[in-house]
């Protein structure tokens, strides 16, 4: 009997760890890192100047800002939504944003959701700061 439990005790943590190096190594595979399309309304070459126009938007609107790099530099975003779907960003972009679009409003691709460094405080007046947006699924526009 401990002969067995001498070979079988070596045979299952081999076992185990083939399995959980074929596991990771799906996960990695299965992964795929999928498109953000936020809809941008001002990106700046500093945070102070992103945080600046977040803050003077935030008496009625209120927008995160978003660190990305565009053209080998780091450039803050201030977004105000984003979506799976560049449709659906698009047709929000042309609908109950229309009033905002043109040079200053576009949409931003980003590879999976963009790294999120600024939001501003909540208009609950409790301290709290906004969420982070999250990507809708489908447009708000009907």
Do not use: H
């Not at 596991?23 to 990695?28: F, W, Y």
């Not at 080998?72 to 979506?83: A, D, E, I, N, S």
């Not at 659906?88 to 999976?112: E, R, T, V």
């Not at 208009?123 to 699924?137: F, Q």
């Amino acid at each position: 009997m401990k002969r067995l439990s001498k070979l079988f005790v070596p045979l299952m943590l081999l076992l185990a760890v083939v399995a959980m190096g074929t596991s990771s190594a799906q996960a990695k595979t299965k992964q795929k890192t999928r498109t953000v399309y936020y809809i941008v309304c001002g990106s700046y070459s500093t945070l102070e100047q992103a945080k600046k126009q977040s803050e003077m938007m935030s008496e009625v609107l209120f927008y995160p800002v978003y660190k990305t790099t565009a053209k080998g530099k780091t450039v803050y975003r201030l977004c105000c939504q984003c979506y799976y779907n560049l449709a659906d960003a698009q047709k929000d972009l042309d609908g109950f944003l229309s009033g905002f679009s043109g040079g200053d409003w576009w949409i931003w691709p980003s590879k999976g959701l963009a790294k999120c460094v600024y939001r501003p405080y909540s208009p609950k007046g409790d301290g709290e700061r906004i969420p982070a947006l999250t990507p809708l699924t489908e447009p708000i526009t009907e």
